[in-house]
């Protein structure tokens, strides 16, 4: 009898064996299986982490690779602590949005999918860390060998190769050529120092940083940029200027008219009814740099701040004891350039919002929150009614621009702190807040980014009041304000120095009779979830927190001044 008829034989008479062999089959066809998914599965891939620095209440942005469309049972964990769902904002396969917790410690940061754990990248709390973070020391200057393109537009994300960039980015930063009073373009001389006198940097704000090695940084194009040079600075020394063309495909824009101004604000605090120690915490707005109001400086702080720069904030923190008598008064005094701008849009050429979709900024400028009410139905209804079958963005925005100045009256006073901006939809009036806001909630309502700005409006004779106005973003093109208020004809001294109708000018250009303090919504957390807040609606700033106290503050009395003009020069 041959092998295989014995192999035959045995099978039919012995049921063990016919079991054997059985689970043996199986065995091989799961290994099999588990070989061809292991080799094939998409391990989670962190790229970079924007801010590398935080603290809680922060936004921060996981870019990478192979995370899932959606989050499911997926995760982020910091420093060993798994964060929970509450914490995320949005969660894509390439990037995750996120808050961070009040608990949130230093150190590696892991995105698990399923088994699979992607790998470290470093996180750092800089509320905990007892001293600065110690940036990488630069063994020579930063040198620029090449750049991914040397013609780009506004928006675009230009990579930038060389050496002694930094192993991260910590306080560098990549700066542009811009182009203030029209020196550049209308001048024939183009040597260097024109090119370098005046530069604009990467806003961090706007998440234009990708990623930054020792060798090689991917970086947005800021908003301002224009032709000349880039350089790195690494805050102790910058690289050579490397030449670089910006197109001006869909229009330009210049920034002209520069005003200098000094101006100074306070918040009194008195009369504190406590039970035991107990704190108060004032957060101050500090004026907002753009390209159009650059180099704020800070000159006077009284008393001394707890911090000094904390999320766009000036931080004091008083504390006292059931006995003590306190009344704080807290000064600041800043000195800044505000320009005009004015903007050039070849409306025919803009394109769709391909390369700003994928970014944290397209979703940050696009979406509801608690200020723009961009997903109400009412909104919604009226932005398709006004826009009809119009596609392109920029002629959107011009269409939504002109039904409100024609259907909404501006009321010449301004409505109570919590009156409902949405009612100028049903009642066809508002004040200079409701159509900030309601602009900006057609506008993303329609899916063009746009934030709210908030700052004082400087009348001729010096005087100033809140006010707020907006700004939508082109692709190729950047940043383009409208001022709905003053478009309608809002009264205010005016400086007489706008030559075109007020209806004209305000789409597309802002006057520098004005002083930004926020863009967009400043979301902010307690720094205990136990504190009373409380928030200043309607004001010069757009932050959630302007003041906090300790759940044993029973009262007191506060005060914040609009800010005041001292000089303009």
């Known amino acids: 009898m041959d092998s295989s008829k014995k192999t035959s034989y045995f099978l039919r008479k012995s049921p063990l064996l016919r079991v054997l062999v059985a689970a043996l089959f199986i065995s091989l066809v799961l290994l099999s299986v588990y070989f061809i998914s292991f080799t094939t599965r998409r391990i989670p891939q962190i790229d970079s982490i924007v801010p590398p620095v935080g603290s809680p209440g922060d936004v921060i942005v996981i870019n990478g690779k192979n995370f899932g469309s959606t989050r499911d049972m997926s ?145 947005v194009v800021p908003d301002g940029a224009f032709s000349g040079v880039v350089m790195v600075d690494t805050g102790k020394q910058r690289s050579e200027p490397m030449e670089l063309t910006i197109s001006e495909s869909a229009g330009s824009k210049t920034f002209i008219n520069k005003k200098i101004y000094l101006l100074t604000y306070s918040a009194d605090v008195a009369d504190v009814v406590c039970d035991g120690l107990s704190t108060l915490t004032l957060r101050a707005p500090i004026p907002f740099e753009t390209s159009a109001q650059p180099m704020v400086e800070t000159i006077e702080v009284t008393p001394v701040p707890s911090l000094m720069k904390y999320q766009h904030d000036i931080i004091h923190q008083i504390t006292k004891t059931k006995t003590s008598t306190i009344k704080n008064v807290m000064n600041y005094t800043f000195v800044l350039p505000v320009y005009e701008i004015n903007t050039n849009v070849l409306a025919d050429r803009v394109g769709n919002y391909s390369k700003l979709e994928p970014r944290p900024l397209y979703e940050l400028a696009t979406s509801a929150d608690s200020l723009i009410p ?129 209806k004209e000018y305000y789409f597309g250009n802002l006057d520098s009779h004005r002083v930004l303090f926020s863009r967009g919504l400043n979301e902010l957390k307690p720094f205990s979830v136990d504190n009373k807040i409380v928030q200043q609606p309607r004001s010069f700033a757009l932050q959630t927190i302007w003041e906090e106290a300790s759940s044993n503050v029973s009262k007191y009395s506060s005060y914040w001044s609009t800010p005041v003009v001292r000089g303009v020069y």
């Open 75 to 219: 995760y982020v964990e910091i420093a060993g602590t798994r964060i929970t769902s509450s914490s995320y904002i949005s969660w894509t396969d390439s990037s995750i949005k996120l808050v961070l917790p009040s608990n949130v410690k230093d150190g590696l940061v892991y995105v698990g999918i399923k088994d699979m754990r992607s790998n470290p990248s470093l996180f750092a709390n800089e509320v905990d860390i007892p001293v600065p973070v110690t940036t990488v020391k630069q063994i020579s200057r930063p040198v620029i060998l090449k750049l991914s393109a040397i013609k780009v537009n506004v928006g675009d994300v230009l990579t930038i190769y060389g050496n002694n960039f930094g192993d991260a980015r910590n306080n560098s930063r990549v700066l542009f050529t811009i182009d203030y009073n029209r020196r550049l373009r209308d001048s024939s001389v183009k040597n260097i120092s024109y090119f370098t006198e005046n530069m604009v940097c990467a806003n961090e704000d706007e998440f234009d940083y990708i990623s930054w090695s020792n060798t090689e940084i991917s970086v």
């Open 374 to 502: 961009s997903r109400n139905a009412d909104v919604i209804s009226l932005a398709n009614q006004i826009t009809g079958k119009e596609k392109n963005a920029y002629k959107k925005a011009k269409l939504i621009y002109d039904y409100m100045i024609t259907n909404f009256a501006l009321l010449k006073k301004m409505r109570k702190g919590g009156a409902d901006p949405k009612e100028l939809i049903s009642k066809k009036r508002g004040d200079a807040y409701d159509f900030a806001v309601i602009y900006t909630a057609l506008l993303r309502a329609s899916g063009i980014p746009c934030l709210m700005d908030a700052g004082i409006l400087i009348g001729q004779d010096l005087s100033t009041q809140p006010h707020w106005w907006s700004e939508f973003y082109i692709e190729n093109f950047g940043w383009i304000p409208v001022d709905v208020s003053l478009g309608a004809g809002l009264e205010y001294k005016s400086w007489g120095d706008i030559e075109i109708l007020p």
